[in-house]
């Protein structure tokens, strides 16, 4: 007969799963090192401040990254991401039924590419397979993070929990509310470590920042949670557009929103009424990111221009590429393979910008990208088959499987 788990002791199964998919991308960073070394105690720990309604977020790390556009990170505590896959593993499911089916960001087997596709798919759908002229209208919101309101967050997130579900994930509805409230009302700006210098938000608009706004609105970029209530927030506006403007051919990734229509006045009418709806929940259609043209023109989405007929890579995509192995070759001048952090970052930012242009037929600029790489480069890493992506190597050319020293050195420097 199988055991009933005590509340306490099912918060403290339900983090340890949320923790093995907290980790599953922080393999290896000191703030996951540290918390694994005594993953037990800290587990516990971390259950029974949660069980008491004692859980304080812990401060975050804020950054700026240049690439692909400047902006501002927050990154929060390896224990506080595991409240975030938490929330989000209870919710998930949820929200993924009450979405539109052309919402892409953030979605198992959705994303960039499965967004570029539907788009491509609209375009031949309503052009006739481009018998027809068609039109396309683009637009996005002003500080899209910056500017949603945490009372207008929690109101919508609340909205969308069934009124007589009890328990999530074996979890009391009042749990979650209590973890949903902290973490959406969490102080960011006053509670958090500043890792960049100063002056590196010295060209930052005041309002791509959390520090230019009152308390009570913005959420941090970077963390899981913001990425589900982004696509949240929006939720309603995308079913006004689909239930009550009718529009058929509609996607969103994020804040980036485009409409398909073979009417151009049409379109052009939209925007008095997409402006109003926005303002509803205190967002602002972006002045300068209108663009209303003929798909025949190039339609830029996630990277890509797409045309009938044919998608090619944005340059924006492929200059941040070359300028991304320019950064990457200057480490790699100066290393000698113990930083494993630093190895990691540059697997996933080379990775990441290979994924993207994998989207599209690029193999000769992907060759002619990779073969820039410093010659120290092939020391520790390897590029697979197709330049898709590279992965470490199992052994360096000392012979020795990389990685295994680095850990051990950087767990005795955490003890």
Known sequence: MQEVLSD??????????????????KRNTLNQIAFEINQETNLNRLAEVIYKRKYLPKPSVAFIVEKPVKREIFAAD??????????????????????IYDTYSCRIKKGNLFGINRIDHFIRSCSENYQKEVFFLKIDVSAYFMSMRHAEIYDKVLGLLPPGKETYLGLPRELLLYLLEIT??????????IKSHRGAWKD???????????????LPIGNLT?????????????????????LKYYGRYVDDMLFVHHDKMFLESLIPQLR???????????????????VSDGLPFLGQIIKPYRKYIA??????FYGAITKVNQQLLNSDGSNLTELHTIRATINS??????????????????DRMHHKFHTWFEIKKEIRKIQFRKQNKHGNILGTTCIQTRVRSIN
């Open 8 to 25: 306490f002791q099912q918060l403290l199964f339900q983090l340890h799963l949320s923790y093995k998919a907290a980790r599953k991308n």
């Open 184 to 193: 959406i009302y969490n102080k960011v700006k006053e509670n958090c470590k």
């Open 78 to 99: 390896f224990e506080d991401r595991i409240v975030h896959h938490l929330i989000h593993r209870c919710l998930n499911p949820i929200v993924e039924r009450k979405l």
């Open 226 to 246: 913001s990425q589900l209530f982004g696509n949240i927030y929006l939720n309603d506006f995308d079913h006004f557009v689909k239930k009550e403007l009718k």
């Open 276 to 294: 109003n709806k926005l303002a509803e929940i205190g967002l602002v259609l972006h002045p300068n990111k209108i663009i209303l043209k003929s």
């Open 204 to 218: 930052l608009p005041k309002s791509k920042s959390l520090f230019g706004y009152p308390q009570g609105i913005g």
């Open 315 to 320: 340059n924006r995509s492929k200059n941040n």
């Open 353 to 370: 910008y290979l994924g993207t242009l994998t989207n599209a037929k690029t193999y000769r600029l992907r060759k002619k990208i990779m």
